[in-house]
């Protein structure tokens, strides 16, 4: 069956670390995008990529970083200069161009410790 | 600036009861309206969606939603609230970039 996959489903960084989280799709879809979700704030885009080689800061970029080296792949790490990184991210692709929505994966829950 | 808003955090209804779950959006243009389910721990389920056509959506699980342009609204609503229904739940409008935005998530909670 086709779909998006993250991984670890739990994380935990100590401070000053940074830890990469895993997206991958299988979906031929061209877009993805990572979310971080906090407690009353929704969703919000941190990063992402209309095509392989390309990506696009969203509103809280600031400490992420991401790559698209291969079409299936969106890693994202958080660095050491995200001073709040505790939250549940969330990765999701879409075919680009067609307004049908996204695919979820199952989020990855980080936690500074 | 394109935006969602769901003005309740939290819903309580008795089980069986018809439930409503309120979005209004914000967008220049014709708008893309999505429904979004997430359980505990888990990544967001797609409902339902608006893209053009007749202005009653139906999507999974019973649910349906009813887009109305001039009050800029897309209520989720469902005639019959079941207890799996407890979950949160999104609303989000396609942007310019072709990101989905998202409102801040209403909390459903039905008793039994």
């Known amino acids: 069956d086709g779909g998006i996959t993250q991984s670890p489903k739990y994380l935990f960084r100590k401070e000053g670390q940074n830890v990469t989280l895993s997206c991958e799709q299988n979906?031929?879809?061209?877009?993805m995008y990572w979310y971080r979700q906090d407690p009353g704030q929704g969703l919000r885009l941190i990063y992402y990529s209309q095509i392989v080689n390309d990506f696009q800061k969203g509103d809280i970029a600031e400490g992420y970083s991401v790559s698209r080296e291969k079409k299936e792949s969106f890693p994202l790490t958080v660095t050491s200069a995200q001073k709040n990184p505790t939250a549940f991210y969330l990765c999701a692709s879409s075919i680009e161009g067609r307004p049908l929505g996204y695919t979820f994966g199952s989020g990855t829950r980080l936690t500074v410790v | 600036a394109q935006s969602v808003a769901q003005p309740e955090d939290q819903v309580n209804v008795a089980e069986g009861n018809p439930l409503t779950v309120k979005c209004t959006y914000s967008?220049?243009?014709?708008?893309?309206l999505f429904w979004y389910v997430q359980y505990p721990n888990r990544g967001l389920q797609f409902l339902l969606k608006y893209i053009t056509g007749d202005n009653l959506v139906k999507g999974s699980y019973g649910f349906e939603a009813e887009f109305n342009k001039s009050q800029t609204s897309f209520h989720l609503k469902k005639p019959s609230a079941l207890v799996s229904d407890s979950a949160l739940y999104f609303c989000a409008v396609r942007g310019s970039q072709g990101n989905l935005i998202f409102g801040k998530g209403t909390k459903l909670s039905v008793k039994p």
């Open positions: 967008v220049s243009g014709n708008p893309y």
């Open positions: 979906l031929n879809h061209d877009a």
